[in-house]
């Protein structure tokens, strides 16, 4: 008999399909029970009628009595192991399959399924199931089971010899079906297309082997080559349901969602056989995404319909349904969790994420579609674009690449691929596309524009004005046309050209208004660019003349009016990206930082924009989160490489990270590119003294004051420090004090106690430092001083009356858990989250402290850590934490439903596997308690655990001990 995975090997291997009711999570095995006596024969009867239903919760509850009644019987047995592996009741499944074997039912379906129910590592789960193979009279069919068994347990060389060899004697279709699938799970998809086109040639292939083939030829792009082997298929074999399924993968694959959707139609229907029905579920989920971006969001509670009945992978289905038909990544989410990796839910999931603007998520997801529809040319471009979103033009520019190697080209791939090459400056790649566009679509205007602007961007200023001047000579209503003319006059330095052009142009005076004014202002008649501005909103208050007028006003420093300008045009134009800079970079000035990470944050939500990332780069500095100071500076770059602002703003959050040798080679070149910048010497200064270049930190400053204010306070401060690390304690106070009288009280005692420091004084340091707690610095540094010196009272009672910044806060937390001062350290994280509510390491970090503390105040610890969790849900550790919280708070069966919901990261982890397995114990659910604490002991992390909960020793005692009370009951 073919084991049922092998009905599906071929989606298994192509299309990642999880096996049906193979994934997923536990589920209490709990069915309701007749208070009235009832035979065997009669629960057995009940169970099947509400197995057939797919109420498999019910028909376990029916089989469990007639298994228990008649435990001589095999098929009772079998059936109540039958409906727990439907549930993922491995371990509840065992003992019924084992007893059904025992008992007589021995064959190649209660044999694998007693592989898939077993646990352990490979040999474990082989070595019993291969004794009990040897029961069975010795032919062909059991050396194919023998293989089989192999292959359950991912040892494909193995199954590869054993079927080899016997296919060689006893050459059948459904032994190469598998010998290819084997093939392919190995990682070697030619040896499997030589295989079965050998077989081809020899007619052993079955519809199976049809459809796996056309999907090879399909996963190497040769289209024309897979509809000539389906169509052989279809006229060997008829209409067959696997070739069917197979056919409306490649149609999809090939962007043809109306002809893929006819053929799922007609596979969408409930089936008995086991193999069909699974077959029928992955057409439901394929067919429920083309409706879904159909937008016929009625026909989803149709498919929802039809996936009714217990089982995780059902579950999953109608999960999915729901998260396609209310656009939800994370019902979304929730399902592949119970479904497993599948292409359609992979590829909903992805443009649910980019929809949201979640953009590194949406391109993970991009990268996790697998099989054919992974590598689709539709999933491929919404790939580059979510990725250009995500500020990793480099990237997105790659994929496109690979894309158009592959001889796959449209309209949007070319023109991305020419908007990411201008980006980047690669002059050729750029012109290139774009003349493969004006060969392609020549009659469309805005390709030979973009033409004529990318001769502008190249430079050829000559070149884009003739391209233009014909386009609006051909098109003179079209405003872009005008708006690129203009430009071209503008940087060929013609602003009296530009005025002319304008006062002739039949462009609306809303889009003519800035270039006349940016040309009025170089010519020095500024008075005049502003009138034009007013007169031209008196006609018309349009957002972009008015955001245009606001720069203007910006630029001339009239920061009122222009907030009042910027102000307007977002209420008139919400989504107004230009408007939200200027008012970001406005309260950036007022040092409003609150107001400004708003403004920016929402101007990121648009198209991407350097200053966008400069601006949030900035303020991640200010706020003291250099690792997102990091990634928005990195994004900047990636879209402006040549940006020095955005340069030194890497180099600065490099140094904040304790990376002082990079940092200091990219602040080093902007040195060299602004060798007058002060602040830049400042950073390039700092970054020597952190890498222990004292010397060479002091040339650079001893330049900077060379250079600019010799009495500039900050290098001179600066210039202190040095000296006394140069062990000129002598220079270093007469530095001091010659600029005390330009420094506050409490900075002089702090640098007095720095040099007290310095000199191995540390006592003196903080007795000086504690006569000045009413100072912010000084507390600070003193906090610092007496943790690291073994004595924490009263350190947070010296900084409260202070409005310290998280950064502060989260530094003096980090300090005291590493000097072993936990609660001293959930303090400090408290205090960090009053200034930082939102941040999810502050967050996790005050929630993880607390729970190591006898008692904690459990409402604010569940909040935080629930809080911490929902900003990075895929983060194992934030998880732990949340899930730790839940359990030390008595919610257990919040805790499982968690751990439930995020089941793929949970099973990564043994920690999470560990604390879910805790939690169904404490719950009274031990079944499921020995299934994870199983899953935690097999888990690699727990290999070289020698002492603890996670030693392999001790969590054997506990399965031990569970499996003694399970049977007790």
Not at 221 to 228: I, R
Request: charged share 25%.
């Amino acid at each position: 008999m073919s084991p049922p995975q092998f009905r599906l090997i071929l989606g298994l291997s192509l299309g990642g399909f999880a096996l049906a009711g193979a994934a997923g999570a536990a589920y209490l095995l709990l069915g309701k029970r007749s208070s009235s006596p009832m035979t065997a024969e009669q629960a057995f009867a009940q169970g099947e009628e509400r197995f057939e239903a797919r109420r498999f919760r019910e028909a376990f509850s029916y089989f469990e009595r007639a298994a228990k009644a008649r435990p001589e019987d095999p098929h009772y047995q079998w059936a109540a192991g039958n409906a727990a592996l439907r549930l993922g009741q491995s371990t509840v499944a065992l003992p019924y399959i084992k007893s059904a074997w025992a008992n007589g039912l021995k064959n190649a379906e209660v044999l694998l399924a007693l592989v898939r129910a077993s646990s352990g590592n490979r040999a474990e789960r082989l070595r019993p199931n291969l004794d009990r193979l040897r029961e069975l009279p010795d032919d062909p069919a059991r050396r194919e089971l023998e293989g089989d068994l192999h292959y359950a347990v991912a040892d494909f060389p193995e199954s590869l010899r054993l079927w080899n060899k016997l296919f060689e004697g006893s050459p059948s279709a459904g032994l190469a079906n598998k010998i290819a699938v084997a093939y392919l799970s190995a990682g070697t998809p030619d040896r499997a297309e030589a295989f079965l086109k050998s077989c081809r040639e020899k007619d052993f292939l079955d519809a199976e082997g049809y459809g796996l083939l056309a999907s090879l030829a399909a996963s190497r792009d040769h289209a024309n080559e897979a509809k000539a082997v389906f169509a052989e298929g279809r006229a060997r074999h008829g209409d067959s349901e696997d070739l069917r399924f197979n056919e409306a993968m490649f149609l999809l694959a090939q962007d043809r969602m109306p002809q893929a959707a006819t053929l799922l139609d007609s596979l969408k229907d409930r089936a008995g056989d086991t193999n069909k029905e699974a077959l029928h579920s992955q057409a439901r989920i394929t067919l429920g995404f083309i409706r879904a971006a159909q937008g016929d969001f009625a026909a989803l509670d149709a498919l929802a319909e039809l996936a009714q009945g217990d089982g995780p992978w059902l579950e999953g289905e109608r999960l999915y349904f729901r998260g396609l038909g209310e656009r939800s990544a994370e019902w979304l989410r929730r399902a592949g969790a119970l479904i497993g990796p599948h292409p359609a839910l992979g590829w909903a999931t992805a443009r649910e994420l980019a929809r949201a603007k979640a953009w590194a998520d949406a391109a993970t997801a991009y990268r996790a579609i697998p099989g054919l529809i992974g590598r689709a040319p539709a999933v491929q471009i919404e790939l580059a674009q979510t990725l250009r979103r995500a500020g990793k033009s480099d990237e997105a520019f790659a994929v496109l690449e690979r894309l158009h190697a592959r001889r796959f080209y449209s309209k949007v791939s070319l023109e991305l691929y020419r908007d990411i090459a201008v980006e980047k400056k690669l002059s050729r790649e750029a012109a290139e596309a774009q003349k493969f566009l004006e060969r392609r679509y020549g009659d469309d205007p805005a390709i030979l524009l973009a033409g004529g602007l990318l001769a502008f961007r190249a430079g050829n200023l000559a070149e884009a004005a003739s391209v233009l001047d014909g386009l609006a000579r051909q098109f003179p209503d079209r405003n872009d046309v005008e708006v690129a003319r203009l430009s071209v006059l503008f940087a060929s330095e013609e602003y009296e050209s530009v005025l002319a052009a304008a006062a002739a142009s039949r462009a609306s005076p809303g889009v003519l208004a800035p270039f006349q004014a940016a040309a009025l202002v170089k010519l020095d008649r500024a008075s005049e660019a502003l009138a034009l501005y007013e007169r031209t909103l008196s006609e018309r208050r349009e957002p972009g003349t008015m955001v245009a007028y606001a720069n203007l006003l910006l630029s001339l420093d009239r920061s009122d009016d222009a907030a009042t300008w910027y102000a307007e045009a977002l209420r008139a134009q919400p989504e107004n990206q230009v408007a939200r800079l200027g008012l970001a970079t406005l309260a950036l000035r007022r040092r409003d930082w609150k107001t400004a990470r708003e403004h920016a944050q929402a101007a990121a939500a648009g198209p991407p924009h350097a200053y966008t990332y400069i601006l949030l780069a900035e303020l991640d500095l200010e706020e003291g989160r250099p690792d997102r100071a990091l990634s928005s500076s990195d994004r900047a770059l990636g879209l402006a490489p040549d940006n020095d602002h955005a340069r030194f703003l890497h180099g600065v959050a490099m140094l904040e990270l304790g990376r002082a040798e990079e940092a200091e080679a990219i602040l080093k070149r902007c040195a060299a590119a602004q060798p007058e910048a002060t602040p830049v010497r400042w950073q390039l200064a700092r970054a020597k003294m952190a890498r222990g270049a004292i010397a060479e930190a002091l040339e650079v400053v001893d330049s900077a004051l060379t250079r600019g204010d010799p009495g500039d306070v900050s290098f001179q401060s600066m210039r202190m420090v040095l000296l006394a690390r140069l062990g000129r304690i002598a220079e270093a106070k007469a530095a001091l004090e010659r600029i005390s009288d330009r420094l506050s009280p409490a900075r002089v005692i702090v640098c007095e106690a720095w040099m007290l420091l310095t000199e191995d004084r540390p006592a003196e340091a903080m007795e000086r430092l504690a006569s000045r707690l009413d100072d912010p610095d000084a507390a600070v540094y003193w906090a610092e001083l007496t943790l690291l010196n073994g004595r924490p009272d009263g350190v947070i009672e010296a900084l409260e009356r202070h409005s310290l910044n998280a950064a502060r806060w989260g530094r003096l937390g980090e300090l005291a858990r590493q000097q072993g001062f936990i609660a001293v350290a959930a303090a400090c994280y408290r205090g960090a989250l009053c200034s930082d509510p939102d941040n999810p390491q502050l967050l996790n970090n005050f929630a993880y402290a607390s729970l190591q503390l006898d008692t904690f105040d459990e409402p604010a610890v569940l909040a935080a850590a629930k809080k911490a969790c929902a900003l990075i849900p895929d983060h194992p550790s934030v998880l732990h934490t949340y899930a730790t919280a839940l359990l030390r708070c008595g919610r257990e069966r919040e805790c499982i439903n968690l751990l439930k919901t995020s089941a793929a990261l949970t099973q990564r982890s043994a920690k999470l596997l560990y604390a879910l397995a805790s939690a169904y114990e404490k719950a009274g659910r031990l079944a499921q308690a020995v299934t994870s604490y199983e899953a935690c002991r097999n888990h690699p992390d727990t290999a070289g655990v020698r002492e603890g909960d996670l030693a392999r020793p001790a969590i054997e005692r506990r399965i031990e001990r569970l499996r003694a009370e399970l049977q007790a009951r």
